[in-house]
Every structure is written in C-alpha cells, then in structure tokens.
C-alpha cells in the first residue's frame, strides 16, 4: 500500500502516542464492555448471514457504510460475498475502535487527538486501499492485462519524486492562462507582496474600492480561479474597484519576516496604497482564512493609532477567537510548538508541502486515500480541476511568523484578549474595530469550525452581521451567484450562545454572495464613472495581472 509522503513529525508522532493511549491499561468500562458485546453478537450474525448466502439464501448486511462514503460503491461490495465480508468485517472494527477512543477516560484535548489518530488509522486500513482487496483494481488489472498496475507504478514513482500524491492534473492549468485571467496590474510591490488593481467591468463603480487579503498560506487565485466562479471578477461586475493583494511564496530573503511584518508592510500598506490610488475617503477591506486574522489584526492597529481609512471589514472562514480550532489542534501543544520555535523563530521557512500534508490529513479519504487507489492502484491519470490545482500549488511561511502564529494564536489564543499582544509597538484590541463587519462562516468547514468564526462577532466593536454558508471552507466560499447552488443562513440572535443564534436564523436558497453584495451596498459609496487608467502618477502598473509572485512555486 502507498502511503503519503513528507507527514509532518507531529502526525507520526501523534499517531504512535495516541496508540499507546488506547492500549494502557485502564480499566474495562461499562460502555467499553457493551460495544466489545455488541462486537462479538454481530461478528456471529456476520459469518452466519456469510454461511447462509453460500447455501443460496438472501441475506441483509449487518452493518452498511456511512451515507456519502464513496469507497465501497463497486457492485462486488454487495454482490460477492467474499468482498462483502471484508467491507463488513471492516466496519466492525472501525466502529469497535471509535467506540473504545470514546470509552476511554481521558481529558478533552487528549480524548480528541485519539479520536483523530485512530480516524486516520481507520481511514487507512480500509480493504478498499489494498490492491490484493480492492475489487476494481483487480479487475482494471486482468482487463487491461496488466496496463494498469504498469500505469500505477509509474504514476507511483513520479508522485515519490514529487514528495507527495498527485490530486489533479498539474499540466491542464496554467496561470494567467487559464486560472487567474480577470484583466488588471499590479500596481505597487515590496518584499512581501504584489498589489493587483483590477480592470472595472462596469461603466460606473462605488467611489471607495475593496481591498482583498487573501491567506498567505495559500496562492490568491482560488478568488480568481476562471471566470464562471470568480468572486474577484464577480465583484468587478457589481461595480466594485477591486484591489488584492498577492503574497509573495517566501524563499530564504524572508527567512525573518515576522508577523508585524504582514502587518505593517502588508496589509497596511495594501490599504494606503489603495486609497491613493482611488482618491476615496475610506476602503472595504476583505480578508479569507489566516488573511482575516492579519486583516483584523491591521485593523486593530489602525483603529488604536487614530486611523479611520476602513469603512467596513468583511471576515471569510476566519478565527479571531482560537478557543475550539477543531482536528488542526491535535497538531499544536506546547512542546511541538516550542520545537518550532528553536528551530524556525529565530530565521527560516516553513515549507507549504508539509502544511498541504496537514491538510489533506483532515480529508485524508477524500484528498489522500482515493488518489492513492486512482493513481496507483488502479493506474488512472488525476483528472483536471482548477480547484485541486489551486490546493496543490503550495506556500511557504517565514519560520518566525510562523512560530509566533502558532504560540499566540494557536497554543494561547492571545489576539481575543485586549492588550495582552503588541504589534508594530501597538497593543492590539479587537474591541477597537468598530466599523460594520459582516462575519461568513461555512457549516461543514473543517479548518475554521464554524462556532469558532461566530465567535467574532463578541470580539469586534461596531455592527456585526454573522452569515452561515453550506459547505466547506473553500466549496462554502467560492459558490458563484450565477449558479445558485446550495444556501446560507441569516437573521439569528447574536448573542454569545452560536447554537441559539442557528436555531433562530433564516436559511437562503442560493449563494450567500449576493447578500454580502446588499450589505456592502452602504459602505460602498456613491457612485462615480469608473476610471479606464490602472494606478496613479506615483503607482503605476508594474505588468499586468497576476503578476511575478504568484507564479513563484514552493520546492
């Protein structure tokens, strides 16, 4: 069986110490004891349904997938009672081992990184994952007398020099080809950043412009992927001027950036820049994922040194409050984080390959399992998605900014509590931001839990407006207006309680764009004829969009 490649040290390690916690000897639970029963009665009812249907009679599965799990959907599964005892066995197994992570008396972080390691032991023991037990790579295999476990081996090799599996067809995309094509320039760059000004679509725009800071842990063209599902182009067409900012995927000059650094050389100088270029009074700011938290971390900053140039902060699938960072937290402890900061505080880079195996880990069926059966045993080519290439075009991160993210973020959830950080030689209160700000969060994210992002809006000073989309953390974000696809809810009480603030909310059809488009609609401006002219006098167009540093690919 294949296996991913480049796992950060925390996952193994987590893995082995998570199995030492399930084996100690703690003592044999009542719950432990009834699913250990349980376990035993439909093992007997397996093998005897097994017994029955080898006699010719119809028989009904004793245990059957989850709804949605997509591994076992051959007919062999079902039809052939041999591959139908492996399945079941399987979910027997899988089913006894998480109720024993449950049935063990553990505290809360540590009950929850069993859960997480046995999950990824679970996913990876799957019958489905194994050539000599995976029905449609044996069959693929006679069929094709042999091509495919050729084309699986090749395939096998390639990803082993690439250091981790394939998950689409990298050659079918191309920057500033075919992702990344709305029309504009860059119109300023430093050390740490391009900054592109978009082309207006719209013969009149709002007289003050919206500024995008993507996260810089990834490239900023998942918001400018292809025309059909662009938010920047989206944005364009409603009468916005657009600016964004493109993080440079740092080499070893940024070996000692820092996070005041993205603070003070990024995004806030995104923001002046923006406003010269415009002439307007204030500008919309707009952050996604770790782009949100530096944004809200600028804003902070700017609010306590008298600046009033935001007129409005809009927070995509963002944490300002760490308190519950979901399965990314079984990756982060003290000692971990400690490790980083010897190694990587001081000067350094991250590499984004290992963050992107972190990630994939939190999908692992779904991002590392079934391209592990697709690429190799079944010798399938992956197949072309603008999104899967997007998420394999890894960044890296500055060693310090790093560890100091993942310290007082992270491991101490510092940025919730006034004061206690100081960033640019400023102390750094969320209470200060207060503009309207409109809160999204996506029910099924995995990275940014959704309760998390809720909790904003008790952080932030001014309006807030919290909206629940469907979906994921990139799915439940970039859902096109155009196509109407699934929904959002609004409207619930804002208290403290999220749970109370969704059993009170009003669930939308369709994309939760168009009503972020409403709400924008006050903060926007007055309109004013849209200026042809990319940049100013003092700024102007560097090349076009989207620039040099996106084109940069981490090593």
């Not at 193994?12 to 250990?36: D, E, N, R, T, W």
């Not at 495919?148 to 090799?157: H, M, R």
């Not at 974000?477 to 155009?482: D, E, F, L, M, T």
Request: hydrophobic share 40%; net charge neutral; aromatic share 10%.
């Amino acid at each position: 069986m294949a296996t991913p490649f480049h796992l950060p040290d925390e996952f193994v390690q987590g893995i082995y110490k998570s199995g030492q916690s399930l084996l100690q000897g703690h003592p044999l639970s009542a719950p432990l004891a009834l699913a250990q029963a349980r376990w035993l009665q439909q093992q007997t009812a397996l093998w005897s349904g097994m017994l029955a249907a080898a006699a010719g009679k119809a028989t009904e599965p004793v245990i059957a997938p989850d709804r949605g799990d997509r591994r076992f959907q051959a007919e062999d599964w079902r039809a052939n009672p041999w591959y139908s005892l492996l399945k079941q066995n399987y979910l027997l197994n899988s089913r006894l081992l998480a109720e024993m992570v449950e049935a063990v008396d553990l505290d809360a972080k540590a009950k929850h990184k069993l859960r997480f390691y046995t999950r990824q032991f679970i996913d990876a023991m799957s019958p489905a994952n194994f050539a000599a037990t995976n029905p449609d790579a044996l069959r693929l295999a006679l069929e094709t007398k042999g091509e495919s476990v050729k084309a699986g081996l090749t395939n096998l090799l390639e990803d082993l020099q690439r250091g981790r599996v394939s998950i689409t067809d990298e050659t079918a995309f191309e920057v500033g080809r075919n992702v990344a094509t709305s029309e504009g320039a860059v119109v300023f760059e430093n050390e740490l950043f391009q900054l592109i000004q978009y082309a207006p679509l719209t013969a009149q725009v709002a007289s003050r412009p919206l500024l995008i800071v993507p996260p810089c842990i990834n490239k900023f063209y998942i918001l400018d992927l292809q025309p059909g599902n662009s938010f920047v182009r989206y944005a364009c067409e409603q009468g916005q001027t657009v600016f964004l900012v493109s993080w440079r995927n740092p080499d070893a000059e940024l070996a000692r950036t820092t996070w005041d650094d993205y603070v003070e050389l990024g995004a806030k100088r995104a923001i002046d820049t923006a406003r010269a270029i415009s002439g307007a009074d204030k500008v919309n700011v707009l952050g996604w994922c770790v782009g949100g938290t530096i944004l809200a971390s600028t804003l902070a900053v700017l609010r306590a040194r008298g600046d009033q140039s935001v007129a409005s902060l809009t927070l995509l699938t963002t944490m300002l409050d760490f308190s519950d960072v979901g399965d990314l937290g079984v990756f982060i402890d003290e000692q971990g984080v400690a490790a980083r900061e010897r190694t990587l505080g001081q000067g350094g880079i991250y590499p984004g390959r290992e963050l992107g195996a972190v990630f994939q880990t939190l999908r692992a069926n779904d991002l590392i399992w079934a391209n592990v059966v697709s690429n190799y045993l079944e010798g399938k080519a992956p197949a072309a998605f603008d999104l899967l290439y997007w998420n394999a075009d890894a960044t890296n991160l500055p060693g310090p900014m790093y560890a100091w993210y993942l310290r007082n973020m992270y491991l101490e959830n510092n940025l919730r509590v006034p004061g206690r950080l100081t960033i640019g030689g400023t102390p750094v209160d969320l209470g200060r931001i207060d503009v309207p700000s409109f809160v999204l969060a996506t029910q099924g994210d995995h990275i940014v839990p959704w309760r998390s992002a809720y909790g904003t809006t008790q952080l932030v000073g001014g309006e807030s407006r919290f909206v629940l989309g469907a979906s994921g953390h990139i799915a439940g974000v970039i859902n096109p207006a155009s196509r109407n696809r699934r929904s959002y809810w609004t409207g619930g009480p804002q208290g403290e309680d999220a749970q109370a603030w969704l059993a009170g909310a009003t669930e939308t059809p369709g994309s939760w764009w168009t009503h972020w488009m409403q709400w924008l609609a006050p903060q926007a401006g007055k309109p004013v004829a849209a200026r042809r002219k990319l940049g100013n006098a003092k700024h102007k167009p560097i090349e076009p969009a989207p620039g040099r540093y996106v084109q940069v690919r981490a090593t």
